[in-house]
């Protein structure tokens, strides 16, 4: 209703009123219309307001200047395109002076204007970075404010997250050991900032994720998985993550500060998408090597992964349970007896089939569940783990079932007697299999374990 009876043009010359109060007033009504939604943000910049809004700015008080950010704070959070408009306008030559402000408060506002620009894209990232803004927001997260603390770790996530290059922009600045120092803060709100930052710039690179772990972030880190904060726990585990899926190194440097244990623990401990990251660093340090995968064996890392897969609903999270499973049980016969005695495999085969979920689940988890299950399948010797799947799998998981049979039962008696006595081999003459296929081969196999009058 404001809009429709013309505010905007009422409120444009009040910018350059002589008296600073209303200045001021005007200011926050239009950062409040903004706010409101894009169509209005738009208004705002159609209306040739910011550079009404940016005359005189240098010389305003602290009352002004934290009014005229939460406008681009307002209008930039939008969209790209509004973003945009207000580095056109030379917004951010304004907001560097404010980050350079006596005041806290008008460097909080800020760099919450500079944080809504950074996050859309690296294109604007690259704008701030190049107006000059890294140097003072890591300048902002030693002041002894909490507020804006956090505030300028949140811009600092924000510019790095989109490349390698604007993310070695903010290490160059020395921000790691200063966001380092704060893991151990006790504002929640700060430490969650201050993780997602370390998260984002470790994501990029081995070099950059080797920068992070050398500000020695282990074992404090671990700290984290323990916290009572949600976000925090979240974070944290997500900064592992970024650092364990890039080399067996610094997974193995995760293994020694005790980082698996601690993550193992914090998916017992959580439900939901809490648990996401903390599934996620278990399947990449599994992923990595024989030893690194028993390590998450041997730290009792299989039972939380199964829990995973039978308690949780959203199919992203099972799908990436399943897949962790698939990356511990795919080094060895070994690994995968691992896996398979957690009674794992009829979980995942009935995930695998179940043609009643969500179209989403049906493509990752088809494609994260087979991968698991054809992992483990192939590494599997321990048959009475196989034997169920026997009746329920559909053919193109069941060439890998009856390969493994075709594998131990010519080695193995006492498998033999079992296999006819359960009812496989009676089973594995059920199954229609093509001729000149790889899965007739291994039934071939199987049949010539045993003489002829049995097969019959």
Same mark, same amino acid.
């Given at each position: #209703?404001?809009?429709?009876?013309?505010?905007?043009?009422?409120? +444009?010359?009040?910018?350059?009123?002589?008296?600073?109060?209303?200045?001021?007033?005007?200011?926050?009504?239009?950062?409040?219309?903004? !706010?409101?939604?894009?169509?209005?943000?738009?208004?705002?910049?159609?209306?040739?307001?910011?550079?009404?809004?940016?005359?005189?700015?240098?010389?305003? !008080? +602290?009352?002004?200047?934290?009014?005229?950010? @939460?406008?681009?704070?307002?209008?930039?959070k939008?969209?790209? $395109?509004?973003? %945009?408009? &207000?580095? $056109?306008?030379?917004?951010?030559?304004?907001?560097?002076?404010?980050? =350079? /402000? @006596?005041?806290?408060?008008?460097?909080?506002?800020?760099?919450?204007?500079?944080?809504?620009?950074?996050?859309?894209?690296?294109?604007?990232? $690259?704008?701030?970075?190049?107006?000059?803004?890294?140097?003072?927001?890591?300048?902002?997260?030693? =002041?002894?404010e909490?507020?804006?603390?956090?505030?300028?770790?949140?811009? *600092?996530?924000d510019?790095?997250?989109?490349?390698?290059?604007?993310?070695?922009t903010?290490?160059?600045?020395?921000?790691?050991?200063?966001?380092? %120092?704060?893991?151990?803060?006790?504002?929640?709100?700060?430490?969650?900032?201050?993780?997602s930052?370390?998260?984002?710039?470790?994501?990029?690179?081995?070099?950059?994720? &080797?920068?992070?772990?050398?500000?020695e972030?282990?074992?404090?880190?671990?700290?984290?998985?323990?916290?009572? /904060?949600?976000?925090?726990?979240? !974070?944290?585990?997500?900064?592992?993550?970024?650092?364990?899926k890039?080399?067996?190194?610094?997974? $193995?440097?995760?293994?020694?500060?005790?980082?698996?244990?601690?993550?193992?623990?914090?998916?017992?401990?959580?439900?939901?998408t809490?648990?996401?990251?903390?599934?996620?660093?278990?399947?990449?340090?599994?992923?990595? #090597? &024989?030893? *690194?995968?028993?390590?998450?064996?041997?730290?009792?890392?299989?039972?939380?992964?199964?829990a995973?897969?039978?308690?949780?609903?959203? /199919?992203?999270?099972?799908?990436?349970?399943?897949?962790?499973l698939?990356?511990?049980?795919?080094?060895?016969?070994?690994?995968a007896?691992?896996?398979?005695?957690?009674?794992v495999?009829?979980?995942?085969?009935?995930?695998?089939? /179940?043609?009643h979920?969500s179209?989403?689940? %049906?493509?990752?988890?088809?494609?994260?569940?087979?991968?698991?299950?054809?992992?483990? *399948?192939?590494?599997?010797?321990?048959?009475?783990?196989? &034997?169920?799947?026997?009746?329920?799998?559909?053919?193109?998981?069941?060439?890998?079932?009856?390969? %493994? @049979? #075709?594998?131990?039962?010519?080695?193995?008696?006492?498998a033999?007697?079992? @296999?006819?006595?359960s009812?496989?081999?009676?089973?594995?003459?059920?199954?229609?299999?093509?001729?000149?296929?790889?899965?007739q081969e291994?039934?071939?196999?199987? !049949?010539?374990?045993?003489?002829?009058?049995?097969?019959?």
């Open positions: #209703s404001l809009c429709n009876s013309g505010v905007m043009s009422l409120l +444009r010359p009040l910018l350059l009123d002589a008296v600073p109060t209303i200045q001021q007033t005007a200011a926050l009504a239009l950062g409040r219309l903004a !706010n409101y939604n894009s169509d209005l943000a738009e208004a705002v910049v159609k209306g040739d307001i910011l550079p009404h809004l940016m005359c005189s700015l240098s010389e305003q !008080n +602290r009352f002004y200047k934290k009014a005229a950010a @939460f406008v681009l704070r307002a209008i930039g939008h969209s790209p $395109q509004l973003a %945009q408009a &207000e580095v $056109q306008c030379g917004a951010l030559e304004m907001l560097v002076i404010c980050l =350079e /402000d @006596f005041d806290p408060g008008v460097k909080e506002a800020a760099c919450w204007a500079v944080g809504y620009i950074a996050r859309h894209n690296s294109e604007l990232s $690259q704008a701030v970075v190049d107006a000059g803004a890294v140097p003072l927001l890591v300048l902002c997260i030693q =002041e002894p909490i507020a804006l603390k956090r505030i300028a770790a949140s811009t *600092l996530s510019i790095s997250k989109h490349s390698p290059e604007l993310a070695q903010v290490v160059d600045a020395g921000a790691i050991a200063h966001l380092a %120092q704060m893991i151990l803060n006790p504002d929640a709100k700060l430490k969650h900032q201050v993780l930052a370390l998260s984002q710039i470790a994501k990029h690179s081995v070099e950059l994720a &080797e920068l992070v772990v050398e500000a972030i282990f074992p404090v880190v671990l700290t984290c998985l323990k916290d009572s /904060d949600e976000y925090v726990k979240k !974070n944290g585990a997500t900064l592992i993550r970024e650092i364990a890039h080399t067996p190194e610094l997974s $193995q440097l995760i293994v020694n500060a005790g980082g698996v244990a601690a993550v193992i623990d914090c998916i017992g401990s959580c439900r939901g809490v648990r996401l990251p903390g599934i996620m660093v278990l399947g990449y340090v599994a992923a990595h #090597s &024989e030893n *690194l995968s028993m390590a998450v064996i041997v730290s009792k890392g299989i039972p939380p992964l199964c995973c897969l039978m308690e949780e609903h959203e /199919d992203h999270i099972k799908a990436a349970a399943a897949w962790a698939g990356q511990v049980g795919r080094h060895t016969p070994e690994h007896h691992a896996v398979a005695v957690a009674d495999l009829p979980t995942l085969l009935a995930m695998y089939m /179940d043609v979920s179209e989403d689940l %049906q493509v990752k988890a088809s494609i994260f569940t087979k991968k698991a299950l054809k992992n483990i *399948l192939q590494k599997c010797t321990y048959l009475p783990a196989l &034997e169920p799947l026997l009746h329920d799998a559909p053919p193109n998981i069941m060439k890998y079932i009856v390969g %493994q @049979f #075709s594998k131990v039962l010519p080695h193995d008696s006492k033999r007697r079992l @296999f006819v006595t009812g496989g081999l009676k089973k594995v003459q059920e199954i229609k299999a093509e001729s000149g296929s790889l899965l291994y039934i071939n196999t199987i !049949n010539n374990c045993y003489p002829e009058e049995v097969v019959r």
